[in-house]
């Protein structure tokens, strides 16, 4: 069975600067996605970046991208310009692409708080 | 494009009692994925519907029960509720195919049983 760890339960991060909150995933397979999902005190689960592991090249969108390490089975995700409303809750999480209907597996998550 | 509505968005409920929440996924979805959050457990995957069919199922009793419709708007239903279902229960919806993976949650349903 897959496994996903985020090794820092919680982090804090300046305005304006930049944090690297980190994720390792265990896995046989060879093909899978790897999301990471924010969960700010609304409780709505948002897609933040999503990587195809066959894919080479990091993930990025606008302040947020990944650093994808296939044979470290890790998947770190930096957020630049850090902002006020990115404070929230962090999960890493993986899906299997062997077929269409494998579950999500999440990490425990990382609380980040962004100080003004 | 409207997002995941899930109803109500909060419940309280009594020890015994049984408890129906709803998802409308994503028009366009036809998978629908439930997962119950708790602060001890994390996010635990509960079972996945497709094409009205129970297509994936984890790791919880039985009087945990779900069902989709023709719609693809889905209902999971907890019965003899105990005091440690307390949690908020997620819903996600997705094109549920290979190249549609990614999966997109509604705010989700706070029961609390007392």
């Known amino acids: 069975a897959q496994t996903v760890t985020q090794s820092q339960p919680e982090m804090s991060v300046q305005e304006a600067e930049t944090v690297t909150l980190s994720c390792t995933y265990d896995?046989?397979?060879?093909?899978?996605?790897l999301f990471w999902y924010k969960q700010p005190p609304s409780r709505q689960m948002i897609l933040v970046i999503r990587?195809?592991?066959?894919?080479?090249q990091n993930a990025t969108e606008n302040r947020f991208s990944v650093n994808f390490q296939k044979a470290a089975k890790s998947f770190s995700l930096k957020i630049s310009d850090s902002q006020l409303g990115d404070a929230a809750m962090y999960f890493c999480?993986?899906?299997?692409?062997?077929?269409?209907?494998?579950?999500?597996?999440f990490g425990k998550g990382t609380r980040l708080s962004v100080i003004a | 494009k409207a997002g995941v509505t899930q109803t109500p968005r909060y419940l309280i409920k009594t020890r015994g009692q049984q408890v129906t929440l709803s998802c409308s996924p994503i028009?366009?979805?036809?998978?629908v994925s439930w997962y119950q959050q708790t602060p001890g457990q994390g996010l635990q995957f509960l079972f996945e519907?497709?094409?009205?069919?129970?297509?994936n199922k984890g790791n919880f009793p039985g009087r945990f029960s779900g069902r989709q419709f023709s719609n693809s708007r889905s209902e999971m239903n907890v019965s003899t509720l105990e005091l440690g279902d307390s949690a908020l229960y997620l819903c996600?919806?997705?094109?549920?195919?290979?190249?549609?993976?990614?999966?997109?949650f509604g705010q989700g349903t706070r029961l609390t049983v007392v």
């Open positions: 999480a993986y899906r299997s692409s062997v077929t269409g209907n494998t579950p999500l597996v």
């Open positions: 990587q195809e592991a066959y894919k080479q």
């Open positions: 896995t046989s397979e060879s093909d899978y996605y």
């Open positions: 996600a919806s997705s094109l549920g195919t290979l190249t549609g993976l990614e999966a997109f």
């Open positions: 519907y497709f094409s009205e069919t129970q297509r």
């Open positions: 028009s366009g979805h036809r998978s």
